[in-house]
């Protein structure tokens, strides 16, 4: 048996290693969608997803209509949300993709102020100016540009803060374990991204490179499913049981940083200073945004 403190360390660990692996994940899919295009990854790594997690699907006999009906529903949303990102990271930088997707923390204060009516606090307010003022420097070094990638990458953060409001209201009395939820959301987004392409966009739909000589490829799917799906969700499960959400915070507000320097290292992106300093700031806002200030809310009760 592990001691408190080492588990806590582990946990501290593990919730690091998930940041590096969602970060370095931008540039991973880059690098795929070299061989292979949007619909066709996306169905190839959700689909297989989906196989490793069917035995999970068992708990869903028992479920009633609305608890599938939430499941679905969040599955819909998240293949929103990997349409626009993958086809975000695509026509932008892989650096620019791993900052922009983490507006999607100060995002959802906003949202939710829309959909469940909590207004968000003073500090929350503040992490949305900081994060726009951040993404501002990022997407045009400090000019009025945005480009079609970065836009796409923007919708699927607040894509992001939508499913989790959204989720939060139809999932609440859910009985179903995380790990089903996982499963269907990856059926659904392997399912809608090949009915896409069939119906829609029939050049995506493309055969499946061979194993023999495109070994590179399945290098990065295989990376892309046990990596940044089943591992990241299992640790992430693991450690938040035994983390305080502090720390839970700034060791995932690393993940931008994690994947800008992956892109310059693996991809050779070069990023200005300007760029750097956007993205700190929404990294920053991202930490502000989550963090728990016991001392201001403190003083904000006080004044009410």
Not at 65 to 72: D, E, I, Q, S, V
Not at 121 to 145: F, K, Q
């Given at each position: 048996m592990f001691s408190p403190k080492r588990m806590l360390l582990l946990s501290d660990l593990m919730l690091l290693a998930v940041a590096v692996v969602w970060g370095t994940s931008y540039g991973v899919v880059k690098s795929a969608l070299h061989f292979y295009p949007v619909l066709g990854l996306l169905t190839i790594r959700f689909?297989?997803?989906?196989?490793?997690?069917?035995?999970?699907?068992?708990?869903?006999?028992?479920?009633?209509?609305?608890?599938?009906?939430?499941?679905?529903?969040?599955?819909a949303l998240l293949l929103g949300i990997f349409l626009c990102e993958t086809f975000g990271i695509l026509l932008t930088r892989a650096a620019n993709a791993a900052f922009l997707i983490s507006l999607c923390v100060v995002l959802t204060p906003i949202v939710e102020w829309s959909?469940?009516?909590?207004?968000?606090?003073?500090?929350?307010?503040?992490?949305?100016?900081?994060?726009?003022?951040?993404?501002?420097?990022?997407?045009?070094?400090?000019?009025?540009?945005?480009?079609?990638?970065?836009?796409?990458?923007?919708?699927?953060?607040?894509?992001?803060?939508?499913?989790?409001c959204v989720t939060k209201r139809v999932m609440r009395d859910s009985t179903l374990p995380p790990l089903s939820v996982t499963a269907v959301q990856s059926g659904v987004v392997a399912f809608g991204s090949a009915t896409v392409a069939l119906l829609l966009a029939p050049r995506q739909w493309q055969a499946v490179p061979p194993l023999v000589g495109h070994g590179a490829f399945w290098g990065y799917v295989a990376y892309l499913v046990l990596a940044c799906t089943l591992f990241a969700f299992f640790a992430q499960n693991f450690a938040i049981k035994r983390s305080s959400p502090t720390r839970v915070s700034l060791l995932m507000g690393s993940e931008p940083a994690f994947g800008a320097l992956f892109a310059c290292l693996w991809l050779g992106e070069r990023i200005s200073t300007t760029a750097w300093v956007g993205g700190a700031l929404i990294v920053a806002a991202s930490v502000l945004a989550t963090v728990r200030w016991p001392a201001w809310r403190v003083r904000a009760a006080s004044r009410a």
């Open positions: 689909g297989a997803t989906f196989l490793i997690l069917s035995p999970a699907l068992r708990p869903l006999r028992a479920a009633n209509a609305r608890t599938l009906r939430g499941a679905l529903m969040s599955g959909l469940l009516k909590r207004r968000p606090s003073r500090v929350e307010w503040a992490a949305v100016i900081l994060s726009l003022s951040g993404a501002w420097l990022l997407t045009g070094d400090g000019a009025l540009s945005l480009n079609a990638g970065d836009a796409l990458i923007l919708l699927a953060a607040l894509l992001r803060a939508l499913t989790v």
